[in-house]
T-cell receptor, first 110, second 113 residues
Framework: RKEVEQDPGPFNVPEGATVAFNCTYSNSASQSFFWYRQDCRKEPKLLMSVYSSGNEDGRFTAQLNRASQYISLLIRDSKLSDSATYLCAVNLPNDYKLSFGAGTTVTVRA | GAGVSQSPSNKVTEKGKDVELRCDPISGHTALYWYRQRLGQGLEFLIYFQGNSAPDKSGLPSDRFSAERTGESVSTLTIQRTQQEDSAVYLC???????????FGNGTRLTVT
């Protein structure tokens, strides 16, 4: 089983819609969680860290479900500019290696 | 101040040649990582450096790949006798400490002809 798994998508949604997707991780001891956004032929950029109690940044909401070992990302009121691949990253405590999922592709259409 | 800096941005080389890629991390970031990303694929971990500790080389695909880092500064990734399958974007990233997020450079796009 892979350390971090994501539904590759693509998720095709109209502008203004809400889209959500998950990222599952295999090691229950995982401690730190992040969502990155990667545009075509660009480097990944940090979108947000994921905190235990869940957190929101504008139209983006991240949640952590430790019992089921997944994190989620929800995008409200989707914009065309939200079209990208979203990567999740998971870190074990006291371990410098960060494990990345393969990414979920989101396409927002006009 | 500035983000992670990588050079060159693009590199085209002939099969069999050696290439050297450079990464300048964010000042104060103790950990530095190299990843490879082939077209349409996910991130493939290559190596990381943490301060003066021995690097984790577990992701290097073959002995043609090597990397160095002096202290907490610049790192170079060297690929010897390049092969066409080495064509990819090589991404460098740094982070301040365990638990903090990685910050990526713009990458070096390597094309082996």
């Amino acid at each position: 089983r892979k350390e971090v798994e994501q539904d590759p998508g693509p998720f095709n949604v109209p502008e203004g819609a809400t889209v959500a997707f998950n990222c599952t991780y295999s090691n229950s001891a995982s401690q730190s969680f992040f969502w990155y956004r990667q545009d075509c032929r660009k480097e990944p950029k940090l979108l947000m860290s994921v905190y235990s109690s869940g957190n929101e940044d504008g139209r983006f909401t991240a949640q952590l479900n430790r019992a089921s070992q997944y994190i989620s990302l929800l995008i409200r009121d989707s914009k065309l500019s939200d079209s990208a691949t979203y990567l999740c990253a998971v870190n074990l405590p006291n371990d410098y290696k960060l494990s990345f999922g393969a990414g979920t592709t989101v396409t927002v259409r006009a | 101040g500035a983000g992670v800096s990588q050079s060159p941005s693009n590199k085209v080389t002939e099969k069999g040649k050696d290439v050297e890629l450079r990464c300048d991390p964010i000042s104060g970031h103790t950990a530095l990582y190299w990843y490879r990303q082939r077209l349409g694929q996910g991130l493939e971990f290559l190596i990381y450096f943490q301060g003066n500790s021995a690097p984790d080389k577990s992701g290097l695909p073959s002995d043609r790949f090597s990397a160095e880092r002096t202290g907490e500064s610049v790192s170079t990734l060297t690929i010897q006798r390049t092969q066409q399958e080495d064509s990819a974007v090589y991404l460098c990233a740094s982070r301040r400490t365990v638990g903090s997020p990685l910050h990526f450079g713009n990458g070096t796009r390597l094309t082996v002809t």
